[in-house]
C-alpha cells in the first residue's frame, strides 16, 4: 500500500468534512473547497479523520491512492490555516501595487499590467517589490503564482524579473571584455 494513501487525514476543528458521489466538500473559517474524486479510490470521514481507500490494486488505482490523500489533506489546511506564498520582483523600476482584486505590475514593458485575482486569492505587496499571494486553494494559488512570474520571467544575466521568493537564480557571466588582437 502507499505510505501516504494509508496515513488518514485528521480534521481539525471548525472544519467539516463531506464526501458523497464522488466528491468532497470541505468546509472551514478560510472558505469551501470541493474537489471531484478519481473512480478508483473512495472516501469516508471516520472519526474525525478522513480516510481514503483504493478501489483494487491496479496500477493506476495505486497511483491515484497517495495523490488523493495529500489533495484532501491540502483541502483541510488550505479552509483552516490557509497557504501563503511570496514573489520577489527584481529590477530598476520594476514594481507592484495591488488595488482590491486587481494587482498591477510595472515589468520594464511600455504599459503596465493590470492581472485580476482570481476569486479567494488575495495580495498584499510590501515595499512595491514583494507580493505575499494567500488563499485556500493551494492548486489555484500555484497557478496563480505562475502566471504572474511569466509575465517577466527571471533573466540569468542580471536577474532581472519575478522570481519565487526562495528560488535561486542561476546567473551567468556576461560577455567577455572586447579587448585583445585586431
Not at 466528491?23 to 473512480?39: A, I, Q, S
Not at 495505486?62 to 501563503?84: A, E, P, Q, Y
Not at 492581472?115 to 496563480?144: M, N
Not at 540569468?156 to 521568493?165: D, E, I, N, S
Request: proline content about 6%; charged content about 30%.
Amino acid at each position: 500500500m502507499s505510505r501516504i494513501g494509508k496515513q488518514p487525514v485528521a480534521v481539525p476543528q471548525g472544519v467539516r468534512v463531506h464526501a458523497t458521489d464522488g466528491t468532497v466538500r470541505v468546509e472551514g473559517p478560510r472558505g469551501t473547497l470541493e474537489r471531484r474524486l478519481d473512480p478508483e479510490v473512495s472516501v469516508a470521514v471516520e472519526g474525525g479523520a478522513v480516510v481514503v481507500r483504493r478501489r483494487d490494486d491496479s496500477r493506476r488505482a495505486r497511483s491515484i491512492h497517495g495523490l488523493t490523500r495529500k489533495l484532501i489533506g491540502n483541502m483541510v489546511d488550505g479552509v483552516n490555516k490557509g497557504f501563503t506564498r511570496v514573489l520577489e520582483i527584481n529590477g530598476v523600476g520594476y514594481r507592484a501595487e495591488a488595488r482590491g482584486t486587481v494587482l498591477y505590475l510595472t515589468l520594464g514593458y511600455s504599459h503596465p499590467i493590470a492581472f485580476q485575482l482570481p476569486p479567494g486569492i488575495s495580495a498584499k505587496v510590501d515595499r512595491q517589490v514583494i507580493v505575499t499571494l494567500e488563499g485556500p486553494d493551494r492548486e489555484l494559488l500555484g497557478h496563480t503564482l505562475a502566471a504572474i512570474r511569466e509575465l517577466r520571467p527571471p533573466e540569468p544575466y542580471k536577474g532581472k524579473g519575478v522570481k519565487y521568493a526562495e528560488e535561486t537564480i542561476r546567473r551567468k557571466a556576461g560577455k567577455a571584455a572586447a579587448g585583445g588582437a585586431r
